[in-house]
Protein backbone atom coordinates (compact mmCIF):
# COMPACT_ATOMS: atom_id res chain seq x y z
CA UNK A 1 0.00 0.00 0.00
CA UNK A 2 1.16 3.62 -0.97
CA UNK A 3 1.94 6.04 2.12
CA UNK A 4 -1.08 8.22 1.02
CA UNK A 5 -3.16 5.79 0.02
CA UNK A 6 -6.93 7.02 0.63
CA UNK A 7 -8.57 3.73 0.96
CA UNK A 8 -7.39 0.41 1.40
CA UNK A 9 -7.13 -1.80 -1.91
CA UNK A 10 -6.89 -5.81 -2.14
CA UNK A 11 -3.85 -7.09 -4.92
CA UNK A 12 -5.44 -9.18 -7.50
CA UNK A 13 -3.89 -12.25 -7.92
CA UNK A 14 -0.40 -12.72 -9.51
CA UNK A 15 -1.10 -13.17 -13.32
CA UNK A 16 -0.54 -16.59 -14.43
CA UNK A 17 2.30 -15.66 -17.16
CA UNK A 18 3.91 -12.51 -17.87
CA UNK A 19 3.10 -10.71 -20.75
CA UNK A 20 5.16 -11.21 -24.31
CA UNK A 21 7.74 -8.19 -24.57
CA UNK A 22 8.77 -7.18 -28.32
CA UNK A 23 12.61 -8.38 -27.67
CA UNK A 24 14.95 -8.08 -30.33
CA UNK A 25 16.46 -11.01 -31.60
CA UNK A 26 18.68 -13.18 -29.73
CA UNK A 27 22.24 -11.11 -30.96
CA UNK A 28 21.15 -7.86 -30.73
CA UNK A 29 19.51 -8.69 -27.41
CA UNK A 30 22.98 -10.22 -26.63
CA UNK A 31 24.66 -6.99 -27.44
CA UNK A 32 22.32 -4.88 -24.97
CA UNK A 33 23.30 -6.74 -22.17
CA UNK A 34 27.24 -6.30 -23.52
CA UNK A 35 26.67 -2.53 -23.38
CA UNK A 36 24.48 -2.18 -20.64
CA UNK A 37 27.01 -4.06 -18.19
CA UNK A 38 30.42 -1.93 -20.24
CA UNK A 39 28.23 1.81 -19.32
CA UNK A 40 27.50 0.31 -15.61
CA UNK A 41 31.08 -0.47 -15.26
CA UNK A 42 32.39 2.89 -17.11
CA UNK A 43 30.23 5.16 -14.85
CA UNK A 44 32.57 3.94 -12.04
CA UNK A 45 35.52 4.46 -13.59
CA UNK A 46 37.65 7.98 -13.57
CA UNK A 47 36.43 8.70 -17.14
CA UNK A 48 32.30 8.49 -15.68
CA UNK A 49 32.52 11.40 -13.86
CA UNK A 50 30.38 13.53 -15.81
CA UNK A 51 27.96 10.79 -15.34
CA UNK A 52 28.34 10.15 -11.69
CA UNK A 53 28.22 14.16 -11.07
CA UNK A 54 25.31 14.56 -13.39
CA UNK A 55 23.55 11.52 -10.96
CA UNK A 56 24.58 13.23 -8.21
CA UNK A 57 23.16 16.37 -8.99
CA UNK A 58 19.74 15.12 -9.76
CA UNK A 59 19.74 13.54 -6.06
CA UNK A 60 20.02 9.58 -7.30
CA UNK A 61 22.01 8.41 -4.89
CA UNK A 62 24.88 5.73 -5.44
CA UNK A 63 22.71 2.86 -4.19
CA UNK A 64 19.95 3.22 -6.90
CA UNK A 65 22.50 3.76 -9.70
CA UNK A 66 23.76 0.44 -8.76
CA UNK A 67 20.35 -1.29 -8.48
CA UNK A 68 19.21 -0.33 -11.51
CA UNK A 69 22.52 -0.97 -13.22
CA UNK A 70 22.61 3.04 -14.50
CA UNK A 71 26.03 3.45 -16.82
CA UNK A 72 27.52 5.84 -18.40
CA UNK A 73 28.82 6.25 -22.42
CA UNK A 74 31.81 8.85 -22.59
CA UNK A 75 32.08 7.73 -26.42
CA UNK A 76 35.77 8.34 -25.97
CA UNK A 77 36.58 4.82 -27.57
CA UNK A 78 34.13 2.12 -29.60
CA UNK A 79 37.18 -0.29 -29.45
CA UNK A 80 35.76 -1.33 -25.78
CA UNK A 81 32.13 -2.15 -27.33
CA UNK A 82 33.31 -3.78 -30.21
CA UNK A 83 36.22 -5.86 -28.30
CA UNK A 84 33.63 -7.41 -25.64
CA UNK A 85 31.43 -8.07 -28.74
CA UNK A 86 34.17 -10.34 -30.38
CA UNK A 87 35.30 -11.75 -26.66
CA UNK A 88 31.34 -12.92 -26.86
CA UNK A 89 30.83 -14.10 -29.99
CA UNK A 90 28.22 -11.39 -30.93
CA UNK A 91 29.20 -9.70 -34.63
CA UNK A 92 28.95 -5.71 -34.60
CA UNK A 93 26.44 -5.60 -36.14
CA UNK A 94 23.95 -6.26 -34.38
CA UNK A 95 24.86 -3.56 -32.14
CA UNK A 96 24.53 -1.53 -34.92
CA UNK A 97 20.66 -2.74 -35.55
CA UNK A 98 19.58 -2.43 -32.17
CA UNK A 99 20.97 1.21 -32.52
CA UNK A 100 23.79 0.93 -30.02
CA UNK A 101 26.51 2.69 -33.59
CA UNK A 102 25.39 5.20 -35.25
CA UNK A 103 25.52 3.85 -38.87
CA UNK A 104 26.94 6.98 -40.47
CA UNK A 105 29.58 7.93 -37.91
CA UNK A 106 30.25 4.71 -36.97
CA UNK A 107 30.49 6.00 -33.14
CA UNK A 108 28.56 5.24 -30.19
CA UNK A 109 24.95 6.53 -30.12
CA UNK A 110 24.56 7.02 -26.24
CA UNK A 111 27.39 9.35 -26.26
CA UNK A 112 27.64 11.69 -23.12
CA UNK A 113 24.27 9.84 -21.76
CA UNK A 114 23.36 8.40 -18.47
CA UNK A 115 22.12 4.71 -19.56
CA UNK A 116 18.98 3.33 -17.79
CA UNK A 117 17.99 -0.09 -18.61
CA UNK A 118 14.99 -1.93 -18.32
CA UNK A 119 15.81 -5.35 -16.47
CA UNK A 120 13.15 -8.11 -16.17
CA UNK A 121 14.17 -11.56 -14.51
CA UNK A 122 17.68 -10.10 -14.45
CA UNK A 123 17.76 -10.07 -18.20
CA UNK A 124 18.07 -6.69 -19.95
CA UNK A 125 14.92 -5.96 -22.21
CA UNK A 126 15.80 -1.98 -23.44
CA UNK A 127 17.66 0.84 -23.14
CA UNK A 128 17.42 4.29 -23.12
CA UNK A 129 19.67 7.38 -22.79
CA UNK A 130 19.67 10.74 -20.90
CA UNK A 131 21.97 13.61 -21.84
CA UNK A 132 23.99 15.04 -19.65
CA UNK A 133 23.04 18.35 -20.81
CA UNK A 134 19.28 20.20 -21.61
CA UNK A 135 19.52 19.57 -25.40
CA UNK A 136 16.49 19.35 -27.98
CA UNK A 137 16.51 15.25 -27.74
CA UNK A 138 17.39 14.52 -24.08
CA UNK A 139 16.28 10.89 -24.49
CA UNK A 140 17.44 8.54 -26.87
CA UNK A 141 15.95 4.70 -27.04
CA UNK A 142 17.60 1.83 -28.38
CA UNK A 143 15.53 0.64 -31.52
CA UNK A 144 12.21 -1.04 -31.52
CA UNK A 145 9.02 -0.86 -29.93
CA UNK A 146 9.63 1.07 -26.79
CA UNK A 147 9.14 -0.56 -23.34
CA UNK A 148 7.51 0.11 -19.66
CA UNK A 149 10.16 1.21 -17.31
CA UNK A 150 10.08 -0.66 -14.12
CA UNK A 151 7.69 -3.36 -14.74
CA UNK A 152 9.31 -6.18 -12.39
CA UNK A 153 7.88 -3.74 -9.29
CA UNK A 154 4.19 -3.84 -10.44
CA UNK A 155 3.58 -7.66 -9.60
CA UNK A 156 1.25 -8.01 -6.68
CA UNK A 157 0.61 -4.26 -6.17
CA UNK A 158 -3.09 -2.96 -6.18
CA UNK A 159 -1.60 0.61 -5.90
CA UNK A 160 1.08 2.02 -8.35
CA UNK A 161 2.36 4.79 -9.88
CA UNK A 162 3.21 5.73 -13.08
CA UNK A 163 5.31 9.18 -14.80
CA UNK A 164 6.73 9.93 -17.98
CA UNK A 165 10.05 10.68 -17.33
CA UNK A 166 12.74 8.10 -16.53
CA UNK A 167 14.49 10.65 -13.57
CA UNK A 168 11.21 10.87 -11.71
CA UNK A 169 10.89 6.58 -12.20
CA UNK A 170 14.28 6.28 -10.48
CA UNK A 171 13.14 9.14 -7.54
CA UNK A 172 10.13 7.10 -6.95
CA UNK A 173 12.08 3.85 -6.99
CA UNK A 174 14.88 5.24 -4.60
CA UNK A 175 11.93 5.85 -2.23
CA UNK A 176 10.95 2.60 -2.12
CA UNK A 177 7.34 3.21 -4.25
CA UNK A 178 6.30 0.29 -6.83
CA UNK A 179 6.28 2.57 -9.98
CA UNK A 180 6.60 2.26 -13.75
CA UNK A 181 8.26 4.62 -16.54
CA UNK A 182 6.54 5.65 -19.60
CA UNK A 183 9.03 7.50 -21.29
CA UNK A 184 6.97 9.53 -23.64
CA UNK A 185 3.80 11.09 -23.43
CA UNK A 186 2.14 8.11 -24.71
CA UNK A 187 2.57 4.46 -23.19
CA UNK A 188 4.10 1.62 -24.60
CA UNK A 189 1.96 -0.74 -26.28
CA UNK A 190 3.35 -3.36 -24.30
CA UNK A 191 2.26 -1.14 -21.05
CA UNK A 192 -1.49 -1.85 -20.68
CA UNK A 193 -0.52 -5.72 -20.34
CA UNK A 194 1.46 -4.54 -17.62
CA UNK A 195 -1.09 -2.00 -15.30
CA UNK A 196 -4.67 -4.60 -15.94
CA UNK A 197 -3.88 -5.88 -12.18
CA UNK A 198 -3.25 -2.46 -11.03
CA UNK A 199 -6.46 -1.62 -8.58
CA UNK A 200 -5.03 2.38 -7.96
CA UNK A 201 -3.25 4.16 -10.63
CA UNK A 202 -1.48 7.65 -9.53
CA UNK A 203 -0.51 9.61 -12.12
CA UNK A 204 1.85 12.20 -10.80
CA UNK A 205 2.00 15.49 -13.50
CA UNK A 206 3.55 18.83 -13.97
CA UNK A 207 1.59 22.04 -13.73
CA UNK A 208 2.24 22.33 -17.48
CA UNK A 209 0.64 22.08 -20.52
CA UNK A 210 2.50 18.85 -21.80
CA UNK A 211 1.92 17.23 -18.12
CA UNK A 212 -1.29 17.94 -18.43
CA UNK A 213 -1.99 16.89 -21.93
CA UNK A 214 -0.30 13.40 -21.31
CA UNK A 215 -2.43 13.13 -18.41
CA UNK A 216 -5.72 13.43 -20.22
CA UNK A 217 -4.46 11.06 -22.76
CA UNK A 218 -3.20 8.42 -20.70
CA UNK A 219 -6.47 8.52 -17.55
CA UNK A 220 -9.47 7.87 -19.76
CA UNK A 221 -7.64 4.18 -21.32
CA UNK A 222 -6.67 2.54 -17.89
CA UNK A 223 -8.95 -0.06 -16.65
CA UNK A 224 -7.90 0.97 -12.97
CA UNK A 225 -9.06 3.76 -10.66
CA UNK A 226 -6.86 6.69 -11.56
CA UNK A 227 -5.97 9.28 -9.10
CA UNK A 228 -4.44 12.54 -10.32
CA UNK A 229 -1.32 13.89 -8.24
CA UNK A 230 -0.48 16.90 -8.35
CA UNK A 231 2.85 18.69 -7.41
CA UNK A 232 3.41 21.72 -5.59
CA UNK A 233 4.18 24.82 -8.26
CA UNK A 234 6.99 26.17 -5.52
CA UNK A 235 8.52 24.55 -2.70
CA UNK A 236 10.97 25.69 -0.71
CA UNK A 237 11.73 28.76 -3.07
CA UNK A 238 11.82 26.63 -5.91
CA UNK A 239 9.67 26.11 -8.97
CA UNK A 240 8.56 22.64 -8.76
CA UNK A 241 8.14 20.89 -12.66
CA UNK A 242 8.23 17.16 -11.67
CA UNK A 243 9.11 14.42 -9.00
CA UNK A 244 13.05 14.58 -9.58
CA UNK A 245 12.94 18.50 -8.21
CA UNK A 246 12.25 17.61 -4.83
CA UNK A 247 15.22 15.74 -4.57
CA UNK A 248 17.97 17.59 -6.99
CA UNK A 249 20.65 19.93 -6.36
CA UNK A 250 21.36 19.53 -2.56
CA UNK A 251 17.74 19.07 -1.69
CA UNK A 252 17.22 16.80 0.94
CA UNK A 253 15.43 12.90 0.20
CA UNK A 254 13.32 12.76 3.02
CA UNK A 255 12.37 16.30 2.97
CA UNK A 256 11.37 15.60 -0.60
CA UNK A 257 9.56 12.52 0.12
CA UNK A 258 7.57 13.94 2.91
CA UNK A 259 6.60 16.19 0.28
CA UNK A 260 5.61 14.01 -1.99
CA UNK A 261 3.63 11.39 0.50
CA UNK A 262 1.45 14.90 1.00
CA UNK A 263 0.38 15.42 -2.42
CA UNK A 264 -0.23 12.01 -2.60
CA UNK A 265 -3.06 12.38 0.20
CA UNK A 266 -4.84 15.16 -1.40
CA UNK A 267 -4.37 13.35 -5.10
CA UNK A 268 -8.30 13.43 -6.45
CA UNK A 269 -9.82 10.47 -8.74
CA UNK A 270 -9.67 11.23 -12.46
CA UNK A 271 -13.09 12.18 -14.06
CA UNK A 272 -14.20 12.20 -18.18
CA UNK A 273 -15.05 15.80 -17.28
CA UNK A 274 -11.67 16.75 -17.42
CA UNK A 275 -11.52 15.67 -20.87
CA UNK A 276 -12.55 19.42 -21.58
CA UNK A 277 -10.18 20.97 -19.12
CA UNK A 278 -8.06 23.34 -20.28
CA UNK A 279 -4.53 23.23 -18.98
CA UNK A 280 -5.74 27.02 -17.29
CA UNK A 281 -8.42 25.44 -15.54
CA UNK A 282 -6.00 23.40 -13.09
CA UNK A 283 -6.33 25.84 -10.04
CA UNK A 284 -10.11 25.39 -9.94
CA UNK A 285 -9.31 21.27 -10.67
CA UNK A 286 -6.81 21.34 -7.84
CA UNK A 287 -6.61 24.48 -5.19
CA UNK A 288 -4.46 22.55 -2.60
CA UNK A 289 -1.67 22.29 -5.53
CA UNK A 290 -1.59 25.87 -5.71
Known amino acids: MLPFSISVYTPLPRPSRRP ?14 VAVDLYARRLWQTRGYPGRDYLKRRGISDRTAREHRLGYCDGDDLSDLVAELRRRHIP ?25 PEIRGGQVRWLTGRHLQD ?3 KYLNVYGPRHLLGADALYDRGEILGDEGPLNWLTLRQWGLPAFSFVGGTMPDEGYQWLTAAGRVYLPFQRDLPGWTAARRLAPILDAQVELLCLPAEWRGRRIKDVNDLIRDGFDDAAGYRCFTACGRAAIPWHERYLAMDFQDLPILLPAAR
Request: net charge negative; hydrophobic share 40%; charged share 30%.
Open 92 to 116: AQAALDIGLIAGKTGKERFVQRITI
Open 135 to 137: VDN
Open 20 to 33: KACTPLDEQREALE
